[in-house]
């Protein structure tokens, strides 16, 4: 969430911030002005009252001393006491008011950040290596994997649905490969330690993270272990599958504080990611861009809020590194005000080149949240010599997307006849393969 005090005291700021986010600040705030008034004004009252009655308290006291008629105070301390109970209520209620505002704002865009409505508002900030070239028509990886038999996309429509894939034999070792690559790079070179949190995951934890509220809940997959999910309702028995293991890893210290010394914390997690992909049929309905579980290696990090901007280009690094290891053409964009996450404060997309589709797609987002997660998570970090805790911020990035990454080499990979070669770095994951030709057997 925004802090409560920065929108009180900068709310043009942040109506500006919200209309370069393509959104209505009269919408997104409702009546939170008047709501904020009318709560101070009621805090004002009160403190006014109870003055009053703490004053009339003394006198009544000194009236009995002196063996008086106290009834008059009496009945007055009576009604400002409810007086004041009512004007509590009217604050509380007020309060409760403002915090559902700002559960549904989304974060503020850095300065930095390009305005723009969608994704043609982005910027290009860098491209890496030249665009392979064939000497023949490449194809889509879908086409290459089913004519190799590693892809199957009709028996998973039978098993489970639309947006499922079946991967077999040295297709099903090249997503075991990257992973373990991807593993291996991040926590040897790069210095994560390596997590593997639970697949299922609590309402407060997506809460935590920006998934929820409710607005955001038809993309998730709920486990309707204890009934419907409830608006506004965070539980600790109500169970999702995991959207993307940012979620489970991020939760790791929601409610704790961490003292400045650790700072900052880098894990990496493999985990499988449920999304029901909700807006997106009729698009990319075939091959592997969008499915409903797919695998991923996830970055996360926690750091003191002056050092996120350069773990945020740290992490970027990280994610571009497995490309570029790889072989496979990048480039990196800056997403504008539009195209932004709720909770991103900044975002770096990295895209592969798919040369079977002649696009690029996203492969990686790598984002800093500031500390717009960890004041929903209420994760705090304890400055040296300093008295009170405050929000740290939180990181994460896609280290990478291991279905995209392996479409991106079955795509710029391919050879003439139709076998994928297998880049360099990952032959010692494949059992020293080089080459995936066609599976035998029936598949």
């Known amino acids: ?121 982005n910027r290009e900030e860098k491209v890496w290596s030249e665009l392979p070239k064939f000497d023949f028509a490449p194809k889509p990886h879908w086409e290459l994997g089913e004519a190799l038999g590693i892809l199957d996309f009709n028996r998973a429509a039978k098993i489970s649905g639309a947006r499922f894939v079946v991967q077999f034999g040295q297709g099903a070792l090249l997503e075991r490969a990257l992973a373990n690559f991807m593993l291996d790079l991040h926590t040897r070179e790069h210095g994560y330690t390596e997590v593997l949190p639970p697949s299922i995951v609590n309402s407060k934890s997506l809460f935590g993270t920006g998934q929820l509220p409710t607005k955001f809940a038809e993309d998730l997959f709920h486990c309707d272990d204890k009934g419907p999910y409830q608006t506004g309702v965070y539980q600790d028995n109500d169970h999702w599958l995991i959207p993307t293991a940012e979620v489970p890893v991020t939760n790791l210290f929601r409610d704790e504080t961490l003292e400045e010394a650790e700072l900052p914390i880098s894990f990496c997690a493999y985990t499988p990611c449920f999304r029901g992909e909700a807006g997106s049929y009729g698009k990319d309905v075939r091959g592997m861009i969008r499915q409903h579980q797919f695998q991923k290696v996830e970055l996360v990090k926690f750091a003191k809020p002056e050092d996120s901007p350069a773990e945020h280009e ?55 949240f500031e500390a717009f997660q960890a004041r929903r998570a209420n994760i705090r970090y304890k400055p040296a010599g300093a008295k009170k805790s405050e929000f740290l911020h939180t990181l994460n990035g896609s280290g990478l997307a291991v279905g995209r990454t392996y479409l991106a080499i079955l795509e710029n990979y391919q050879q003439a006849d139709g076998s994928i070669k297998i880049p360099e770095a990952l032959v010692p994951y494949m059992n020293g393969k080089t080459v995936i030709g066609k599976q035998p057997g029936r598949i």
């Open 1 to 121: 969430m925004i802090d409560l005090a920065f929108v009180r005291a900068n709310l043009a700021l942040v109506e500006e911030k919200l209309r370069s986010r393509g959104l209505d600040p009269a919408a997104a705030l409702g009546n939170f002005a008047a709501i904020d008034r009318e709560r101070r004004e009621a805090i004002t009252q009160v403190e006014t009252l109870k003055a009053q009655r703490n004053k009339l308290t003394e006198e009544i006291a000194k009236l009995r001393r002196e063996k008086a008629d106290a009834t008059t105070q009496t009945e007055q301390t009576k009604t400002l006491k409810a007086e004041v109970e009512s004007l509590e209520v009217v604050a509380a209620t007020a309060d409760d008011r403002l915090r559902e505002i700002m559960q549904t704002l989304p974060n503020l865009p850095q300065d930095s950040v390009p305005v723009g409505k969608d994704e043609h508002g």
């Open 314 to 368: 740290a992490l970027t690094r990280h994610a571009e590194t497995v490309l570029e290891k790889l072989g496979l053409p990048y480039r990196r964009m800056l997403l504008c005000t539009g195209d932004m996450g709720f909770a991103s404060s900044k975002t770096y997309d990295l895209e592969v080149w798919l040369p079977g589709q002649q696009l690029y797609r996203e492969i990686s987002s790598c984002s800093n």
